[in-house]
């Protein structure tokens, strides 16, 4: 067996099929928005990447030290949602039963996944660098480009990065619990406190503190520590102070020169050390893989474990009645239906509930544990922690939300569904209609406690969170068809409003009285979701 010919081939056929999907170009598109939006131009007054009321000039070595610190800071999310998938694709495509047949090991598969998840990213990586040449040139405040002291940041902070993120996404496709939405959730949460505990603590909070440089995984202390070296002379009294949501200072920022800094062989040394980590992470991923062994996979076909069967038996259910016979079988004269009957007997509230039962039922059992345990703390939770609650509440169910608008394409059902009666006002309605019912059920502890103790003047923000919330999920899975980009988009903005950032706060958790102009806001974003749901809901039937 020629193991790099089967490598090389391995990942070329991942790459090529990947960078075609829309999820890449939507991805690049929106890193590229960000590193435009991150450098605004040299007389505006507010700055996105903000270290205090100055900024560096733009030079080479500033463009890329940030295009290289927004990139460790955003793609380890969006990367990791991007590639996620090859595993399960191979799995859903039958192809990963081909390859058991093979003489290939585990970790030559594992390894070739890998690759081509790192290869993916690194294209991506070349755009940006690509990006920061047209942005220093679009700025035109230095028009001499230094492609060196340019590129080295990206790629010096960027490569290792990418290698531990695919690393990790082919680690959690292995791993079954964490294959699914439950270890894309589990995913963000580790990102969030990574980020704001260990590899920049306060980055949320906007208050990081002096940076002391190390060995970190994201590789953007060395520069970090000494931007902050430049705000310090700049203004004496700057105290690690640093926003990545906006800050507009109403006059134009003081600009000053940062030359970057010198990447020695230590610093060079210590990102590959996180290179060689990805790696080994990697062929760990192998152990838990089953190598599309039946047997071993826990797929919805398998067999149900007791406590899953307890758990289906208390939720409401069809009686089964069927006779050991067929019908036709038993009776003599079969007599139909009149087809007109059927039409006008549309029996919603069925489909409704027939909607409801395929987006909660078939979890694992703990997200069930994990539902109770919510609503019970929304309840009788202690006093003033009524914004945790809701966001706790709002949580558990995004495995469920992810699953609307996607849930007809990604099972292949499509044809039979949009061939149905009235699909495009029915089955749509009762879509989303069950993701509204979930979101109802969800906060409905946390908002009868709410009410007993007399704030319900918050009332409409829930009822239009609990509408904004599955119209989200509907419009990104009917453009999509995939679980994933709402996901990652929904745990963001919730993080975001929850750490403060009043835009994205549609709890207005972090507000003494409610905001009547946030509230409408939404709810035209609302109105706007749902249109699109309703566009790509006719994009799918049409294209079916």
Known sequence: MNTPYIIYHMLRADFLERTRR????????????????????????????????????????????????????????????????????????????????????????????????????????????????????????????????????????????????????????????????????????????????????????????????????????????????????VTPDYRGFINFGGADFAVVPQVANFAGITWTADILMDRLMWFGIAALLDLAAALPFDRFDPARATSPEGKPSSLGIWLRSLLPNRKQNQPAEPAFALAGKVILTPITRRVHNSRFFSLLRAEFKLMVLGKPWWWYLIAVFVSLLGLGGPPGGGGITFALALIWPVIAWSSLGMRETFFDTYKLTYSASSPFRRQFMASWLSGVSLAMLAVSGATLRMLLEGHAERLPIIFVATLFIPTLAMALGTWSNSSRLFEVIYLSWLFMGANGVVPFDFLQTHQTTPNLGQLVAYMLLTLIFFGLSLAGRWRQIHAS
């Open 22 to 233: 829309s999820s890449f170009l939507l991805t690049l598109g929106l890193a590229i928005l960000i590193g435009f939006i991150f450098l605004p131009p040299t007389d505006a007054t507010n700055l996105m990447f903000a270290l205090g009321p100055w900024r560096g000039v733009y030079n080479s070595a500033w463009i890329g030290s940030v295009y290289g610190i927004l990139f460790a800071i955003f793609m380890p999310l969006l990367g990791f949602f991007l590639t996620k998938s090859t595993i399960e694709r191979d799995r859903r495509t039958r192809v990963g039963q081909i390859l058991a047949t093979t003489p290939m090991s585990k970790p030559v598969y594992v390894l070739g996944k890998w690759l081509s998840n790192l290869t993916v990213m690194a294209a991506m990586l070349v755009i940006i660098n690509l990006m920061a040449v047209f942005m220093q040139w679009l700025r035109g405040e230095v028009p001499q480009i230094d492609l060196l002291a340019l590129s080295v940041p990206i790629w010096a902070i960027g490569l290792p990065l990418i290698a531990l993120t695919a690393a990790l996404a082919v680690f959690f496709e292995t791993i079954p619990l964490l294959s699914g939405s439950a270890g894309n959730v589990i995913y963000v949460i580790a990102w969030y406190i990574l980020m704001d505990n260990v590899a920049l603590p306060g980055l949320f909070r906007y208050n990081i503190g002096d940076i002391v440089p190390w060995a970190d995984p994201l590789g953007v202390t060395h520069v970090l520590s000494a931007m902050q070296a430049v705000g310090n002379q």
